[in-house]
């Protein structure tokens, strides 16, 4: 199977599941980083399994463009969303604030320095 062959027979299904995996995202931009990187790798592809090859293409893709949306934090700014009674739930993932309580005072001194 040749790389043009390739996207003839699977680029509806890069699109349906990008669709699905980054709907809030720039699709069309997504879709061509797809290809992009497929044909990247189109050397080391072995030519079995074509739609896992490229559904796992997708979804490393949609995560990489998820985290990059994220806001990062210093520990310093953790530190310190943990006494403001302002703090945005929504961007803080609930298991680190948990972790971070439960550190003794102590500990939690020692992660803002």
């Given amino acids: 199977m040749t790389f043009e062959e390739c996207y003839e027979q699977w ?23 797809v290809w992009l990187k497929a044909l990247q790798g189109w050397e080391r592809f072995n030519g079995e399994h074509p739609m896992g090859w490229l559904g796992i293409i997708v979804r490393r893709e949609c995560i990489d463009r998820y985290r990059k949306r994220r806001p990062v934090y210093s520990i310093e700014e953790w530190m310190g969303t943990l006494q403001e009674p302002s703090v ?26």
């Fill in 11 to 33: 680029h509806r299904f890069v699109r349906m599941r990008v669709a699905q995996q980054c709907p809030s995202i720039d699709r069309e931009d997504v879709e061509a980083t």
């Fill in 88 to 113: 945005r739930w929504d961007v803080i993932d609930p298991a680190l604030v948990i972790a971070l309580r439960a550190l003794r005072p102590a500990q939690q001194r020692v992660l803002a320095l």
